[in-house]
């Protein structure tokens, strides 16, 4: 029988040819080795009016400017919520195959569980499965691709969601205020703002040198909150994939990392953070993401453009069409590794064809 999940390879020792990446793509830093230059900025104070206010404001606007990635803590979220949301993630792909399989999404469906590649027609499979939900807005929600076990997940994905909304539209009125905009002009950018929650679960890996948890990527959307466990495995780049920053995990806090239509409406000021998700042979890893998104009819173009700056986009566009430009870009580029992956499986196989001795007349005939 074809398997069908993860986590029942994540037993062997060696790792099949679809998850071993090119050398220019493979981890250049381990999953633990942590830097503590990316920020972590408590938000206590930020509801209030006043110099405290005004500070961390300051951080965060020069946290997105600089590396569009940070974390918050103090950020109000329940932390009872949280642990509550992690229990019942980790419930969920613990559960049998034939359970999460119940919800596979493969096909097109919106929501449910899948073994996932970044992107559909890519050679080379990212070491995850994840499980995803479509939250807001509320009246487009579609319950019956909402896992209806483990117990009490819709309750408490239904106030999770809840909440993290809250905290990011209260980091895109920092942004707003940044840009010298009214508070609500990127909540309101976004139209009907979307969000989707992807729980991403990255199994031991066999050989995790060779693999990747998730590609190296940009979010497309406005705004990503993160809650990752202590284990590690995301990292950070801005040069271009030379150099690598792994986020130290803390308890309770949320990466917040900007998307590219955060990054458009900004004309460029605030860095939409380019990212990937390393694993390792010691621990199963799980990370939520929660996908701020604007409606797929929302223009993309920038919102305000400072004295001598280029425009980054020539033309205003709506979020389904940047979308559809950034998937079809990623497909172009990923095409010539795809045809020599093909190749390279191809002769493997040819080779464990004319591997096999060859049948003696004996046995032929017995
Ligand atoms: O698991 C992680 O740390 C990264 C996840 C991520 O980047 C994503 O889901 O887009
Ligand atoms: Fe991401």
């Known amino acids: 029988m074809a398997t069908t999940t993860l986590t029942a390879l994540a037993q062997k020792k060696t790792l099949q040819q679809k998850f071993i990446r090119d050398e220019d793509e493979r981890p250049k830093v381990a999953y633990n080795e942590f830097s503590k230059d990316i920020p972590v900025i408590s938000l206590v104070g930020l509801n209030e009016a006043g110099a405290r206010r005004a500070e ?33 993630a980790r419930d969920f792909f613990a559960l ?25 027609g890519e050679a080379v499979q990212d070491w995850r499965e994840i499980v995803t939900y479509f939250s807001y807005p509320i009246k487009a929600r579609d319950y019956s691709r909402w ?3 483990p117990e009490g997940w819709r309750s408490v994905t239904e106030a999770y969601s809840e909440e993290l909304m809250n905290l990011a539209c209260k980091l895109l009125e920092v942004l707003s205020e940044a840009m010298d905009l009214e508070k609500e002009a990127l909540a309101r950018a976004c139209v009907d703002m979307d969000q989707k929650v992807v729980v991403n679960f990255y199994p031991k890996c066999p050989q995790p040198d060779l693999a990747l948890g998730l590609k190296r990527h940009t979010d497309p959307g406005t705004i990503t909150l993160l809650h990752q466990d202590q284990v590690g495995g995301l990292q950070a780049t801005r040069d271009g994939g030379n150099t690598w920053t792994t986020v130290q995990p803390v308890e309770g806090a949320f990466v917040v990392n900007l998307g ?17 998700a390393v694993v390792n042979s010691n621990y199963s890893r799980l990370s939520i993401a929660t996908f701020q998104n604007p409606a797929p009819e929302a223009i993309v173009y920038p919102l305000k453009v400072r004295e001598g700056d280029k425009l980054v986009l020539d033309e205003p566009i709506t979020f ?21 992956k093909e190749k390279q499986l191809q002769e493997e196989e040819l080779k464990q064809e004319t591997n096999v001795k060859p049948k003696s007349f004996e046995e032929i005939f017995a």
């Open 260 to 276: 590219d239509h955060g990054h458009y409406l900004s004309n460029g000021r605030f860095k939409n953070a380019d990212h990937q």
């Open 320 to 340: 389904s069409e940047m979308y559809k430009r950034k998937m079809s870009k990623d497909l172009e580029l990923a095409r010539p590794k795809k045809l020599a």
């Open 56 to 88: 961390i404001c300051k951080k965060i606007v020069e946290a997105f400017e600089d590396w569009g990635i940070f974390q918050v803590v103090d950020h109000g979220v329940d932390s009872k919520l949280i642990s509550e949301m992690t229990r019942l």
């Open 147 to 149: 896992p209806d076990k």
């Open 96 to 120: 049998p195959e034939a359970e999460k399989l119940r919800f596979d999404m493969s096909g097109g469906k919106k929501g449910g569980f899948i073994v996932s590649s970044h992107l559909q």
